[in-house]
Nanobody, 127 residues
């Protein structure tokens, strides 16, 4: 049984930082690209960023590029989302997701490409 479990969400003031973690089990983690998505109330779930299974390629949404960083530790079956310079508009439920795609394909930005999802963790940024 595949499980992705996020943690690290919380409340922070604008300009602050948070680090989300996502621990995977029940799958061969090193074979999966990992993505982070977020969903604010009344909005669609959208792409935040992703990392190839090799760990050597990342992609970020323009709204977070330069502020958010994805890291992964294949030995710990864990992917991280380091969020700095947080803004109120970053407030959302954040989800990690796993995508088993060939290494020669780009990181998927569509949520429809992802095979497994975590339960989400709330991030609230106050002004």
């Amino acid at each position: 049984q595949v499980q992705l479990v996020e943690s690290g969400g919380g409340s922070v003031q604008a300009g602050g930082s948070l680090r989300l973690s996502c621990v995977a089990s029940g799958l061969t983690f090193s074979r999966y690209d990992m993505g982070w998505f977020r969903q604010a109330p009344g909005k669609e779930r959208g792409f935040v960023g992703g990392m190839k299974r090799s760990g050597d390629t990342t992609d970020y949404a323009s709204s977070v590029k330069g502020r958010f960083t994805i890291l992964r530790d294949n030995a710990k079956n864990t992917v991280y989302l380091q969020m700095d310079s947080l803004k109120p508009e970053d407030t959302a439920v954040y989800y990690c997701a796993a995508d088993i795609r060939p290494p020669y394909l780009l990181i998927a930005r569509s949520k429809d490409n992802y095979d497994y999802w975590g339960q989400g963790t709330q991030v609230t940024v106050s002004a």
